[in-house]
Every structure is written in structure tokens, then in C-alpha cells.
DNA sequence: TGGATATTTGCAGAACCATGGAAACATGAA
DNA sequence: TTCATGTTTCCATGGTTCTGCAAATATCCA
């Protein structure tokens, strides 16, 4: 993560619409949520809703995936966890005086065994 | 955190100048930096500087104490853990899969070292 | 094929934001 | 008080973003 993606990623979600949208996606988990659903959830018009995934899609903060005729977009945990660990890097000069987590980004999306999901969507 | 203030926080931080003024500030940890200093640092003029400082500051991302004629300005380290947590809040509904760190916002009362501030003022 | 559903693109106006020079203001020292 | 230094406010300019209608595109089913 370099200064401009942070702030493509930070811009993208600075508003609110878009940050409605994106934190819903990080409620329904990995499987996503249909782009009608999410405008149906949120009560934003189709293209609207279009505008603003775009730009988060663009940012890098959520992915699209074709399902038969629906358009499925879910939270992107990478790079989200990249943007929260630029945003922590380097704190009090990395002295133990430190505020905030140092919080590292793990290099794929750590997924636990045996667990109960209950992201399915309809 | 509400969204609002979420929105506003995140608004802060998009933008490369502002980005850049806030990160200083993480690294140079609480005793903060005088704006004089991080303008000299960063090579912005006193005018822009001061413009985004008064936008960090009203989002709650940076304080500003006087001292002599130097005014300092440090991040809010509290109100930013604020913004994390809100940011990873009910990932992936609380399942187990989640991809996102269960991020806690440490209470006010539970200080971590170095911080002494004890509320802030606007 | 035609029709229904799902989503995106084009567009234009309004609103908002960034920049930096000049001037004003605040503080402390002499 | 006067001066020097540090910081903010004022202001004009140019740029970017948000919104939602209408139209276009994509996919599936019969």
C-alpha cells in the first residue's frame, strides 16, 4: 500500500453512501451481496448505486463476480487490512510509547477451519 | 463512532497533503509537531497547511495545544482507534470467518502508555 | 425470437474542495 | 510601544464529486 492507494481507498470511502455500502459488505462476509440487494437494502437508486461501487471497486475496496444475472460484490478483506496497517504504520517512530495497534496486514485473507458461516446468500 | 463522524474522519484523511500531515503526526507520536515544523517538513505553504490542519482538527484526527508562540499539533490516537473499530465493526456478522481483526477501541479510561490526555477540546 | 429483469453508462447542474498570495491576527521580547 | 515571528483568515480560481433521469447493455427464460 503506497500514499495514493491509501487515499484512493480512504476517498472511496469517505461518503456516505459508499461507506453504507461498504460496510454492509463487510457484515455479509466473503459470498457478497447482489448489487440489487445492497440498492434494496439501502434504499439508493439502481445508478447511483452504480456509481458508487464503481468507485469502490476502483479503489480496490470490493470485487465484482457474474452469477447468472446477478452481479455479486463483496468487501475485499486484503486490501482493507493493507489500508488499516498504512494507516498504522510507523506510529510514535515505532517506540514503545505507541497509541495505536501495530497492526500487521497478513498476506492472504486468513480464513479459519471448522467454522459456522452463515454469509450464504440468498 | 457514527457514520457521520466516520464519513468526516475518512474525508480528512483522503487527500494527499492531509495524509501526509497526519502520518507525520502518528510517527512523530503525542508530543505532536509544531505547525511551522510540519510545513517546513512537508514543504507546504503556511496558508494550505493551515487550511487542512483545520480540517483534520474538526474531524477529531489532530489536537492542537499552544505553547508560546508554537502551536502543536498532535494525532488523536484515541479518536482514530475510534475509526478503526468502526471500520472492521460486525465483519462478516461476527461469524468466525471473519477476514477483518475483531478490532477493539481501547476505553477512554484504559490509556495505553504515553497518551495522557484526558478529553478533548475543540 | 421477444420480453422481463439486472446493471451500467452518459449527461448536466449543483455543490463542494484545494490552492496559495496577501493581509490580519496572536504571542513574546526589547 | 514597537518589532519579529508564527499562524490563521480572506478570497478568487480552477478542479472534482454527487446525483438521478433516460437510455443502453447484459443475461436469462419461454
Known amino acids: 500500500m503506497n500514499p495514493a492507494e491509501a487515499v484512493n481507498a480512504l476517498g472511496a470511502l469517505a461518503q456516505g453512501t459508499r461507506l453504507d455500502v461498504f460496510r454492509l459488505l463487510v457484515k455479509a462476509g466473503p459470498g457478497g451481496m447482489a448489487a440489487g440487494k ?55 517512530e515505532g517506540g514503545g510509547s505507541c497509541a495505536l495497534p501495530q497492526f500487521q496486514a497478513p498476506s492472504r485473507t486468513r480464513q479459519r477451519a471448522g467454522t459456522k458461516r452463515r454469509g450464504r446468500q440468498t
Do not use: W
Open 38 to 92: 445492497i440498492g434494496e437494502s439501502l434504499e439508493v437508486p439502481a445508478a447511483t448505486l452504480s456509481f458508487h461501487l464503481k468507485e469502490l471497486a476502483q479503489a480496490g475496496l470490493v470485487e465484482a463476480r457474474q452469477e447468472n444475472r446477478f452481479i455479486y460484490y463483496s468487501a475485499d478483506f486484503e486490501h482493507m487490512n493493507q489500508l488499516l496497517a498504512f494507516l498504522t504504520q510507523n506510529c510514535c
